[in-house]
């Protein structure tokens, strides 16, 4: 059985940049909420700054081209994905409507049924077909990734503005 690291190796996918981008949006956020503690709640144009500030990070996450799987669903970070009967989308679903990285776990997951099938198929000469699912597959993954990771990075850089 193939193990994570040996298939985004064998993808060629680097998720190294998504990780920093998340960890550099997780301590923006540590810091937007230290600095939210401290405003003065009986000033209401400090809570309309706050709470504007708070929409303008949420929409960030939102792209007008939809996932890749999906072009109706606009959310990056949370959306149901789209192959919630597979194994891997169960272990990635919050069982509440969404998902984490819906764009990332359907491709994934279309790739690993894909190459799982090819593996264990006998010559059918759906081969091709195969292939190309595969290829289509990894191209969308592989345009999704930088988008995702510009947008959480984006995010990050917002959060670090002041006066929030």
Known sequence: MINSDEFLNKMDLDLKSLESAIKNFSQEAIK????????????PLMIRQMNDKLLLIERQFLDHRGLPSNNLKRHLILSPA???????????????????????????????????????????????????????????????????????????????????
């Not at 937007?32 to 000033?43: S, V, Y």
Request: glycine share 8%.
């Open 82 to 164: 789209e192959m919630i009967n597979t194994i891997m989308a169960k272990h990635h679903y919050d069982g509440n409507g969404g998902g984490l990285f819906p764009a990332i776990i359907d491709e994934l997951d279309q790739l690993m049924g894909t190459m799982f099938n090819h593996d264990n198929d006998d010559d059918d000469g759906d081969d091709d077909d195969d292939d190309d699912n595969l290829h289509h597959s990894l191209l969308r993954l592989q345009k999704h990734l930088p988008i995702l990771i510009h947008t959480i990075q984006s995010a990050a850089n917002s959060l670090s503005i002041e006066p929030f």
């Open 32 to 43: 937007f909420h230290g600095r939210q503690d401290k405003i003065n709640t009986n000033n």
